[in-house]
């Protein structure tokens, strides 16, 4: 934690805590990106990817060019991470992308809803998947 935050009510500090982390430049650059890799608004509520480079990040995928491709856009490493990023450069990681449910445009990480639903004192244990719909592309499926 940064000592401008040292001062913070506790439920605060607990906020930054629960992140992911910070970047600490000059050699590794980070951002989170939309689809078409734009930066997302650093809101600590928009979804995107997380996307790097640093000098030490291998090059490709030995024998995996499609992989390769996929995952190395305009200079970018993409991880595949789900995250959002916050106005003090704060990250925080919310779910894998496959593991993300795309609905009405908006990204919806699984393991936000699991933790939500597992708060319930009859849930013992839940699990999260999209499935497809006609209006919203895809929903969330848990028992009702």
């Not at 734009?38 to 928009?46: A, M, Q, S």
């Amino acid at each position: 934690m940064r000592p401008d935050h040292k001062d913070l009510p506790p439920e605060r500090k607990n906020e930054i805590y629960l992140r992911t982390g910070i970047v600490i430049p000059p050699l590794v650059q980070l951002r989170v990106v939309d689809e078409q890799d734009r930066d997302v608004p650093k809101d600590g509520k928009t979804i995107g990817e997380i996307a790097v480079r640093a000098p030490w990040l291998f090059r490709e995928y030995i024998g995996d060019p499609e992989k390769t491709r996929n995952a190395w856009r305009n200079g970018w490493f993409h991880t595949g991470d789900a995250a959002v990023w916050f106005p003090d450069n704060y990250v925080k990681i919310a779910d894998r992308l496959k593991d993300v449910i795309k609905s009405g445009g908006e990204w919806i990480p699984s393991l936000r809803l699991e933790d939500l639903i597992s708060t319930h004192p009859g849930v013992n244990m839940v699990a999260v998947v999209g499935i497809p719909h006609e209006k919203w592309g895809v929903r969330g499926l848990w028992p009702l």
